[in-house]
């Protein structure tokens, strides 16, 4: 932008002295003065220039040409201060100056990035009632024009935003900035520059919550942080897996990734060449389940300058080639800092090419499918300024968010802090959703378990959380979203898979601190219930929801060449004689689909037991739900 005004300015004293112009002053030294500057502007020796210029103007104040050469001069020069002011003393000199005409969509850029959106809409105005042509510099204009409208608007319809520094001690370093939470808003991960005073360079720390209190912050681990640039990072919401920036002085940033077991943090590993380029790939946010990245990149093939991609684990872990976003998102400028919420479908991201309030606003869209988005949504005034926000992440209640704010405390150097507040209702994602938190464990001895714990939706099949609990501890922690029928699953080597289902399209569902999961021993006489198979009351045709369990089902016998017995059981509705019936027959069907599959029809029995065998309290509707059920048994 700076070189396209330098070519107006010296196209215009050239077509002026062709044009042997008639100037704003009669006083020939300052006209003097002014010639000389212009022939060292056209020789591009700005610093002596510039004393001409300002001379020319001490020989008449209301030279207005001086003052317009003079701002070129100093945008030159990167002194956007000085070249406001000459401009605005220019126009208060003489308001219509068409030969200048560019000069106005200067002046009214400075005055947009200062949040003046006031005279920014006056002089972009001017700009365009001299009707311009020129269209590099047109499509800026015109988008400034809309930015100031939607600032205007956004100003005169506040959102309720008290932000709050977060207390000591959190804020105890000059600069901290790119907060991270885990999905239970436990453990925040954080970006710290020149903690020691001693070098120059940016590490990772976190704390943990503790009785609604931050605790004191520590690092990482000298397995991650180095003397180097440990910059913006990303942890999943269990906590056990860590992607974050890495660059040197003389190195681009790539990404990184280190998994946690018990305390321990794994040696970080580069996400290798499917993922990082030559460019700057920085920003990283992991979905919940640590399986889906989301990130900033200067990669070519992308819309614009900094463009927002995603990469995937593949079913080998292996990162896959990134996508990009896509226009609904990227535009021709810079969108970066992404935030996937723990709901999967929400995400906020800060961008310089949407319409906003200046500098880079923060903005949120849904997920509409695989491939697309909604439109992009920006979150307003006064979460956003003329200032630059970015760096924002969300509690998976929606309840609080968390950003980093700039603040001057000493001429051209800044200190950053954390800040959290309330998330106004209008900011909120569509897709609720809870976490469950507890432990895998051995039902045999009670020892924790390294398991994987899948959240299928059942309507389509897809797995949307593939988790591993801590090998050491058997910790985990899983996100689970409203408004679907999910069957969870949790298997282990040498064990009878847990079967659950959390239907949040009917049933209302709190976040759980402590929901164990036990996994019996593949052992003889071991039974387990399979909760994701569905029949229509009094009906024993399966439901096709109920063909992810029966897929485990099969892979369970075939792997571990199990004979079972396949039972049927019923609440207490209806005459025992039918639910007999009943649960005879839908144990049948099970059995049926188990053949058509390839299980041998003598690894199978079935058994219909009605209403004999209840677990749970026929009084109620809960224990009735649980007394309808599939189990196996271990025959052999």
Same mark, same amino acid.
């Given at each position: 932008m700076r070189y396209l005004f330098l070519l107006f300015l010296v196209s215009f004293f050239i077509q002026s002295e062709a044009q042997k112009p008639v100037y704003s002053t009669k006083s020939k030294k300052a006209i003097e003065q002014y010639e000389i500057g212009k022939n060292f502007l056209i020789l591009r020796k700005y610093y002596d220039a510039l004393p001409c210029f300002e001379r020319a103007i001490e020989k008449d104040k209301q030279f207005v040409e001086a003052y317009i050469a003079l701002a070129g001069c100093y945008r030159t020069l990167r002194e956007d201060k000085k070249v406001k002011e000459n401009l605005i003393i220019a126009f208060s000199i003489q308001p219509n100056i068409p030969e200048a005409s560019y000069e106005y969509f200067s002046l009214a850029s400075l005055l947009f990035r200062e949040g003046d959106y006031k005279n920014t809409s006056f002089y972009l105005e001017k700009f365009f009632s001299f009707k311009p042509t020129d269209k590099r510099i047109i499509p800026f204009a015109e988008k400034l024009r809309k930015s100031c409208a939607f600032a205007e608007i956004a100003m005169k319809t506040p959102l309720d935003f008290t932000p709050i520094a977060l207390p000591a001690p959190i804020n105890q370093f000059r600069n901290q900035y790119f907060p991270s939470l885990t999905a239970d808003g436990q453990y925040m991960l954080y970006t710290v520059r020149n903690a020691t005073g001693k070098f120059d360079d940016e590490d990772l720390y976190f704390s943990e919550k503790k009785d609604n209190k931050w605790s004191e912050p520590q690092q990482v681990g000298n397995t991650i942080n180095t003397k180097e640039y440990e910059g913006a990072s990303t942890i999943s919401g269990d906590g056990k897996t860590l992607v974050f920036t890495y660059g040197t002085r003389s190195e681009p940033c790539d990404l990184y990734f280190s998994k946690r077991t018990g305390d321990q943090w794994s040696k970080p590993k580069n996400l290798g060449v499917n993922v990082n380029t030559k460019d700057w790939d920085s920003q990283p946010c992991l979905s919940a389940d640590g399986r889906t990245l989301y990130f900033s990149s200067e990669r070519r093939g992308g819309f614009g300058r900094e463009d927002i991609w995603i990469t995937r684990l593949d079913s080998n872990d292996v990162w896959t080639s990134p996508v990009n976003a896509g226009p609904q998102i990227n535009t021709s400028d810079s969108e970066f800092t992404p935030f996937i919420h723990p709901n999967g479908t929400t995400l906020y991201f800060a961008s310089k090419g949407w319409d906003g309030m200046g500098g880079s606003d923060l903005f949120m869209c849904e997920k509409l499918n695989e491939t697309e988005w909604s439109n992009p949504k920006n979150l307003g005034y006064p979460i956003n300024t003329f200032s630059d926000e970015l760096g924002l992440c969300i509690s998976s209640d929606f309840s609080m968010g968390y950003y980093s704010q700039d603040q001057s405390y000493a001429l051209g150097k800044y200190a950053s802090s954390i800040f959290s507040?309330?998330?106004?209702?209008?900011l909120k994602g569509t897709q609720k959703c809870v976490y469950l938190k507890g432990k895998v464990l051995n039902d045999a001895t009670s020892q924790p378990l390294k398991a994987k714990i899948e959240l299928i939706n059942l309507q389509t099949g897809q797995t949307e959380q593939n988790i591993i609990s801590d090998e050491q501890t058997g910790a985990y922690l899983l996100v689970v979203p409203s408004n679907k029928n999910y069957g969870l699953f949790v298997s282990a080597v040498g064990?009878?898979?847990?079967?659950?289902?959390? !239907?949040?399209?009917?049933e209302a569902f709190a976040s759980n601190e402590s929901f164990d999961v036990r996994l019996k021993p593949i052992q003889k006489n071991t039974e387990v219930a399979l909760r994701n198979l569905f029949f229509e009351t009094k009906k024993y045709e399966l439901d096709t929801i109920s063909t992810t369990e029966l897929v485990k089902l099969v892979n369970l016998i075939k792997v571990n060449s199990l004979r079972v017995e396949i039972s049927g059981h019923t609440d207490n509705v209806g005459t025992p004689i039918d639910n007999q019936i009943l649960s005879q027959k839908r144990a049948q069907s099970v059995c049926n689909y188990l053949i058509s599959k390839g299980i041998k029809k003598e690894m199978l029995v079935f058994k219909g037991y009605g209403e004999?065998?209840?677990?749970?309290?026929?009084?109620?509707?809960?224990?009735?739900?649980? !007394?309808?059920?599939?189990?196996?048994k271990i025959l052999n």
């Open positions: 507040f309330q998330v106004p209702e209008s064990f009878l898979y847990q079967s659950l289902n959390f !239907n949040t399209e009917t004999a065998k209840p677990i749970g309290d026929n009084l109620t509707d809960e224990g009735r739900k649980i !007394n309808r059920r599939i189990e196996i």
